[in-house]
């Protein structure tokens, strides 16, 4: 496979993963705002939200003014996040990338992948921020969620051949990553990890985090009981049975890799890097993760080390020397 | 002889004659009166002098959406159309405010305890028999006196795990219970529905009041399920416990039993060995502890009970009196919810907690004391009559709404089995406004909280309700009538919040 084209794929991948996680945050978000103790401080449910899913500073830069109202923030960040063009990684942009992307590698793709790629972006672009508040914010959001997994289950279909490890090293990444930032920013806001007396804010919080993950029904199935934040911490970090924890990203980082430098006789650094991670997560401690944030920045950092890693080895490797080539057909 | 001063004899002294006395008395409208608007309902009042009929309209109809989407639907037994139909949903919420809640919550929390006080003992020492509290014969003869719980021991003493009190409204602050559900009260899937529901419809309104959450209710249930496995048992194996999916609860299994992330078992996937309860899985047989069990206690184990059931589980019975699966609800709870002993409820809660009641019952005629008979037949058109064991709104006559025919056949089914029924003063069912093909109307309400009783390891049994409760209604107009089964509907029932305390809300434990 060209490289530039599985750079493309994998950003297709990373974009799709991208708007799914975004939908999930702001599906948490709504919930919180809505609830009681949200009237003491109705902002902070939303800059969560935005510190998790886009970028506070661009969305400050975007709203000429702090808009008054809890309903008028509330309607102002969830555009920002869904429709808004001039924030990169709000839906409409990722989606617009996925198709953009996929336009790219649209030969090497499925029929049925394309069909549901490009039908999703003719779905979501004609969204608009009155639209979205027309539709209904809940009904849109299944919708895109919808959608995406309509792409990701013509993904499932594709043959075990370079561009499916490709698109499964994207989502990977991009779920490494979210799921790091989600337990960095949720572990260093939580004052202890004593159960909270169940119905409490307290309790919400860790519901919350679940929701934004994707993991409330994975955690009561896996549990069968009621909210331990020693557990959600578990669970989120490394649950074997979970594909989205922050560990099952990682093991599926590492398969991907593992395909992808198969011809490289085990030198490929990124993998090097892909299996430290997978091994060091295996034994990180949920009560030093609340203690502070560093593990778990430490792992955002070394994540970004290993995709530069996958940049150099398979996606933009340095380009053979000219000089040497003119030597060769000399 | 009776006269017309008649009044009958276990009527609760707390109750004000003036509320039951008339026939079809002026309803208490709790959105507000000539004065104006009550505090709660002010943003909804506001709201609605600019909103439009086709915005509800549209409300409405987004309402249905979600409900079709979702797949919230109950049977209709009897109804050969289909089996599965949407409950109707009125988008207008009903609100109680903090002190209205803390009254009722109390009440209704007061009656379960001494509920529960009242099963432990009449299948023990059968103190308040022996008082002379409740007449033994009541208790002891029966048919739902269930001879097989007599001396077993439950975790915590607790009977009812789930009880769903039905309780209706006459006035500011004169609440009664009609009845309370300690068999298997369903439709508290409803109550969270509906709210979930009403947060995607009306976002604005949360934010404006401050409006109690009553999504953890699935984890408060499993809580308590948990807190009631059998001593020894440190992490016990839950399951929600269905006769199928043809039965009309059938959604509700299912969305429970997937909220607390437990298993839904049906009877056949249950087995009886070495003394346990156990389910066949791909992985082996897997033990139970805690069985919560939507089957009724005629069907739940063919050796102990009805051998022509194919929902139950052979020999379970007999591990459950072991003390080595518990089940929720209890069995043979049906004696204490019998319309029979419903009338002395009051005394139970002054004989087992020393409390005067908070909630009243409704005075109560026994048609089977011929006093009481005469004069209910001679008023049937006032009066609501009722089968003692029946419920869900069959088999009533609400009098006001009956035609002379409908008395008189009526009537004959009292004079065959006179023991069978009770009656009732009609009364006059609060109403909350309502969005009707007409506009906004007020229609009569009624209210069933939902009553979670576990226990704690050495602090004994202790009893939560999560703020917020099922609001039945009828929207026929005048109809007093809100059963599902009977055309009622739902509304969703917001319990505003004093004050922001993030850390006592919530779950309450008494």
Not at chain 2, 42 to 56: G, I, K, M
Not at chain 2, 359 to 385: F, G, I, M, Q, W
Request: charged residues 20%; contains cysteine.
């Amino acid at each position: 496979m060209l490289s530039r084209l599985a750079a493309n794929a994998s950003w297709l991948a990373r974009y799709l993963e991208r708007a799914e996680n975004t939908a999930r945050v702001l599906t948490a978000a709504m919930g919180s705002a809505l609830a009681p103790e949200a009237t003491a401080d109705p902002a902070r449910a939303w800059r969560t939200a935005l510190a998790l899913a886009g970028d506070p500073e661009l969305f400050a830069g975007a709203v000429a003014a702090t808009p008054a109202g809890a309903a008028e923030r509330a309607i102002a960040v969830i555009a920002h996040l869904v429709c808004d063009r001039d924030n990169p990684s709000s839906m409409i942009s990722s989606l617009g990338a996925v198709r953009e992307n996929g336009r790219t590698v649209r030969h090497a793709l499925t029929a049925e992948l394309w069909d549901a790629i490009s039908s999703t972006w003719l779905d979501i672009n004609a969204l608009d921020a009155d639209a979205v508040q027309r539709r209904g914010v809940d009904e849109v959001l299944a919708r895109i969620r919808q959608h995406c997994q309509w792409i990701r289950g013509a993904i499932s279909d594709l043959n075990r051949d370079e561009i499916f490890h490709v698109l499964a090293y994207g989502q990977a990444v991009e779920r490494a990553d979210f799921m790091a930032r989600l337990l960095a920013a949720s572990l260093a806001g939580a004052a202890s990890l004593e159960r909270p007396a169940i119905g409490t804010a307290r309790h919400r919080d860790w519901v919350g985090m679940l929701v934004a993950a994707g993991c409330l029904e994975a955690y009561r199935r896996a549990y069968e009981d009621i909210i331990d934040p020693r557990r959600v911490a578990e669970l989120l970090v490394r649950h074997p049975a979970s594909p989205r924890t922050l560990a099952g990203a990682l093991a599926l980082l590492e398969s991907a890799l593992l395909q992808l430098t198969s011809n490289r006789g085990g030198t490929s650094q990124a993998l090097a890097g892909a299996r430290e991670l997978v091994s060091d997560v295996r034994v990180l401690d949920s009560a030093a993760l609340v203690a502070s944030a560093a593990p778990l920045l430490g792992i955002s950092t070394r994540l970004a080390a290993v995709c530069n890693a996958a940049n150099a080895e398979l996606f933009h490797p340095t380009p053979v020397q000219p000089a040497a080539q003119a030597q060769k057909t000399t | 002889m009776t006269t017309k001063t008649h009044t009958p004899a276990a009527a609760s002294p707390a109750a004000p004659a003036r509320a039951v006395s008339t026939v079809r008395p002026r309803a208490y409208n709790e959105m507000g009166d000539a004065a104006g608007t009550f505090a709660p309902y002010e943003p909804l009042s506001e709201w609605l002098t600019t909103a439009s009929s086709d915005h509800l309209e549209a409300k409405r109809r987004a309402a249905e959406g979600i409900f079709k989407r979702r797949g919230i639907t109950f049977n209709v037994y009897g109804d050969a159309s289909g089996t599965e139909r949407l409950i109707p949903f009125d988008v207008m919420p009903r609100i109680l405010s903090a002190a209205e809640w803390k009254t009722v919550s109390a009440g209704c929390c007061q009656r379960v305890r001494a509920l529960n006080r009242f099963l432990d003992d009449i299948y023990h020492g059968q103190e308040i028999l022996k008082a002379g509290v409740v007449p033994a014969d009541e208790v002891l003869s029966n048919p739902l006196y269930n001879q097989a719980m007599v001396g077993v021991d439950l975790p915590h003493g607790v009977h009812a795990h789930i009880a769903g009190v039905d309780v209706v409204r006459v006035g500011p602050e004169q609440w009664y219970v009609l009845e309370d559900n300690l068999r298997t009260p369903s439709g508290v899937s409803y109550m969270l529905e509906n709210r979930a529901a009403m947060r995607q419809l009306f976002p604005d309104f949360f934010r404006r009041q401050q409006i109690a959450p009553v999504d953890h209710y699935p984890e408060a249930l499993l809580s308590n399920l948990r807190a009631c496995a059998p001593a020894g048992v440190s992490d016990p194996t839950v399951v929600v416990m269905t006769p199928g999916a043809a039965n009309s609860a059938y959604f509700e299994h299912a969305f429970l039993a997937k909220r607390m992330g437990v298993e839904l078992v049906e009877g056949q996937d249950l087995f009886v060995d070495d003394g346990y309860v156990w389910m066949n899985t791909t992985a082996g047989a897997r033990r139970i502890d805690v069985i919560y069990r939507r089957v009724d206690d005629d069907f739940i184990d063919p050796l102990a009970f009805n051998p022509d059931s194919c929902l139950g589980v052979p020999g379970i019975m007999e591990v459950y009196r072991a003390g080595r699966v518990n089940l929720a609800n209890a069995v043979g709870n049906g004696v204490a919810d019998d319309k029979a002993i419903y009338l002395y409820v009051p005394d139970m809660i002054r004989f087992y907690l020393g409390e005067e009641p908070i909630l009243s019952n409704v005075p109560t005629y026994r048609l089977r004391k011929a006093d009481d008979r005469a004069y209910v037949l001679e008023h049937l058109a006032e009066l609501v009559v009722k089968e003692v064991h029946g419920s869900g709104g069959y088999g009533m006559l609400v009098g006001p709404a009956s035609t002379v025919a409908e008395r008189e056949a009526y009537k004959q089914r009292i004079l065959a089995d006179p023991e069978d029924f009770i009656a009732q003063p009609t009364l006059a069912l609060s109403t909350c406004p309502t969005f009707v093909a007409q506009g906004i109307a007020p229609r009569h309400v009624d209210l069933r909280p939902y009553v979670l009783s576990g226990g704690v390891a050495g602090k004994g049994p202790c009893c939560t309700l999560v703020p917020g409760a099922l609001t039945r209604v009828a929207l026929k107009e005048g109809s007093l009538v809100v059963n599902s089964s009977q055309g009622g509907g739902t509304k969703d029932t917001w319990v505003l919040e004093e004050a922001a305390s993030p850390e006592t809300e919530g779950a309450r434990a008494c």
